[in-house]
Structure formats: structure tokens, C-alpha cells
């Protein structure tokens, strides 16, 4: 059962990936079409995920893992195999040979990539690691991500497969799917509540896409007005979630210069209000809230780094990477509570804590 009306109430069960051999596919001459700033010692960066999956646990989040769900789905469907692996490769030759591979070994196949003649012919996705964007969960329902970028475009099969086929999650609504036309990723959409969600006009999510998704929410879920406001196209603000995140109730941290000149479509199901009312008042407006505060990460290389990232595991307790001291700091100062980890490797795929997590269920 999947529930999330929120990005703030209390979180008890989220989807990761922990990065493994995929990540050795990079090199000087591909960080950048595969969307790195630099190499990453992979064995650093499993030793950072498996803390913050520790941190997650230790706050009674439990935690499952994107390809075991997969494995698993295979494992109790066997007559969607053959359809699972045309999702990645054409070659029939290539198809029966990884058809005669265990499951497990099939789906680390599609993560890691297969090469012949030194030429990838099953991609690698190194960037699966950030669960929040090939899918977002939305009330009960599920909104499966077009990945803007060919890098990451196969990451939203294994989130397709999962919730048609896997038991525990076959029943799920889905309010979109890879194979619509425009372009959505899950990083640009925020749960506000269950009547109200904020989805950012970005780099990689199309208005077009947004207007599609409202359609179905307005006619099979809660939601009754989507915040569709339009961010700088520019890969620091890439996804809405790195210039804004829900910390508390009525608190929000954000980088602001992002939200300078910026347009705001309020869309309901009967029509769309588009303006420039300042966010600030927006939120107050459709969240029934007298107050909003804004904890302003005035900081060009925190935001960089995700400082504005956080992942809140209840009102006012968040996750926070620990490199961005300043912004951690103005959040204590604002009564909330913050748990760091260290991130240097994971960091470099250009990602924070919220990034890197999908919530199933809050409560």
C-alpha cells in the first residue's frame, strides 16, 4: 500500500538503491553524459549509502531496495521476463542469453551494463541511485517518470514492472508512465498534502507532461490543485526538490535567487490562474497556514552541493548532508532537528538525502 499526502509527516517505509558496479562505467571521457562532476570511488559511496540507510532504520523507516523488488517481481511473474529484458536490448541473441541468467543476475545485468566488442550494448545507469526521480509516489498512487536525459531514460522500467506486477504493489494507482509523450521526473514534484502538490516547471519536467498528470490526478486521487511554478533551466536548480523542501508545517528551506522572477500556474480542475504572487504567499493561501517561514540558504556552493536537499523523517527532523555546515546550522537555528551524513562520493552524481529516497508510506 503505498500513502504519501506529505513530505513532512512521519516516514515509515522508503525505496533506495544502493550504488554498486554500475558506477565503475564512468571515466574522464563520459562524467559528463552520464550526468557526474567527477569519478567516484564506488567503494566510498556504498559505505555512505549503507549510513544513511543505517540512519533511516535507526529512525524506524524501513527500508527496501529497488532491485530486490525487481528480482522478486521476476521471481513470482516468470512470463514477463522475456518482455522485461526487450525493455532493454533487441538482439535476440543477446535476449536469450541473459533470458538463461538467474534473475538477480539479469537485473544487476540492466544496471551495471553489458559490453561486446567494447561497445555498451545494455546501458548502464549509474544515476539509479537517486530513486526520487524515475517515479513519485503521489496520495496512493504513482506517478512513473519520462526521464528527460538518454543516460537515465531506462531507469523507470524496473518502477513500471514493479507496480504492474509485484504483489505488494500491483494495485497501485498509476497516474502516468514512461510511455507518455513529454518529459517528468519525480525530483520536480513535492507532496504538500493530499489535496495540494507543487510540481516544478524545470530542466527536465515539461508543463506539458504536468498538465497530463493533472488530468488523471483530478479524475482518480485527492488532489485538487497543483503549484506548477516555473525554475531557472539550469542544472544547479535541475529538479524543483534542490531549491526547496518541506522541513516543518509552516517552514520550508529554499535558495531564493531561484525564485526571483518566477511564474506560478495554479492548476485546479476547472481552471488555471497563472501569476507572479510571490511563493511565500502561494504556500500560505492553499495550505491554510497564517504563517510560512523560509529558512534561506543564501549560499551558492551549499546549494551546489544539496544543502537544500534534506529529507524530513517527521515534522522538523530531517536528513542533511553534514558538508553543508551554514545551512544546517540556520535550520538549528529554526528549531529543527538534524541528522548529518557524510556524502562527498554520493555528492558527485549531483543529488542530495531527498534525491536519493522514495517514500512509499508516511503516516
Not at 513529454?182 to 520536480?188: C, Q, R, S, T
Not at 531557472?232 to 529538479?239: E, N, Q
Request: with cysteine; net charge negative; proline share 3%.
Amino acid at each position: 500500500m503505498i500513502n504519501i499526502k506529505s513530505e513532512i509527516s512521519p516516514l515509515k517505509k522508503v525505496m533506495l538503491y544502493a550504488p554498486g558496479e554500475e558506477l565503475n562505467c564512468l571515466s574522464e571521457n563520459n562524467i559528463l553524459e552520464f550526468l557526474f562532476d567527477e569519478l567516484i570511488d564506488v567503494t566510498q559511496a556504498k559505505i555512505e549509502h549503507d549510513f544513511f540507510a543505517k540512519v533511516l532504520k535507526e529512525n524506524d523507516v524501513e527500508v527496501v531496495y529497488i532491485d530486490e523488488l525487481m528480482a522478486e517481481t521476476l521471481d513470482l511473474n516468470e512470463n514477463i521476463k522475456i518482455d522485461f529484458i526487450k525493455e532493454f536490448v533487441k538482439d535476440t541473441e543477446v535476449i536469450n542469453k541473459l533470458n538463461n541468467l538467474s534473475n538477480k543476475e539479469l537485473v544487476n545485468i540492466c544496471i551495471k551494463g553489458l559490453k561486446k566488442d567494447d561497445k555498451y550494448i545494455v546501458n548502464p545507469i549509474p544515476n539509479l541511485y537517486f530513486q526520487r526521480d524515475p517515479q513519485m509516489m503521489i496520495g496512493n498512487g504513482i506517478c512513473i517518470s519520462h526521464m528527460s536525459t538518454s543516460a537515465r531514460k531506462n531507469e523507470s522500467i524496473f518502477s513500471k514492472y514493479i507496480f504492474k506486477y509485484h504483489p505488494d504493489y500491483k494495485d497501485t494507482k498509476i497516474y502516468y508512465d514512461d510511455k507518455n509523450e513529454y518529459n517528468i521526473e519525480g525530483g520536480d514534484i513535492l507532496n504538500l498534502s493530499n489535496k495540494v502538490i507543487m510540481i516544478g516547471i524545470s530542466e527536465r519536467t515539461s508543463y506539458e507532461a504536468i498538465n497530463l498528470l493533472a488530468k488523471k490526478l483530478f479524475a482518480d486521487s485527492e488532489v485538487e490543485i497543483i503549484i506548477a511554478i516555473e525554475i531557472p533551466k539550469k542544472r544547479a536548480s535541475m529538479h524543483l526538490d534542490t531549491i526547496i523542501t518541506q522541513v516543518d508545517y509552516d517552514k520550508f528551506v529554499i535558495y531564493a535567487n531561484d525564485f526571483e522572477k518566477t511564474k506560478t500556474h495554479i492548476i485546479s480542475k476547472h481552471d488555471e490562474i497563472v501569476n507572479s504572487t510571490p511563493l511565500k504567499d502561494t504556500l500560505k493561501t492553499y495550505l491554510n497556514l497564517k504563517t510560512i517561514t523560509f529558512i534561506n540558504c543564501t549560499d551558492k556552493i551549499e546549494q551546489w552541493n544539496d544543502g537544500v536537499n534534506t529529507l524530513a523523517l517527521k515534522p522538523g527532523k530531517v536528513i542533511a548532508y553534514k558538508v553543508n555546515k551554514k545551512t544546517n546550522q540556520l535550520l538549528r537555528d529554526n528549531g529543527i532537528e538534524v541528522i548529518e551524513i557524510d556524502a562527498k562520493q554520493l555528492g558527485m552524481g549531483r543529488g542530495g538525502v531527498h534525491c536519493m529516497s522514495q517514500p512509499l508510506v508516511r503516516l
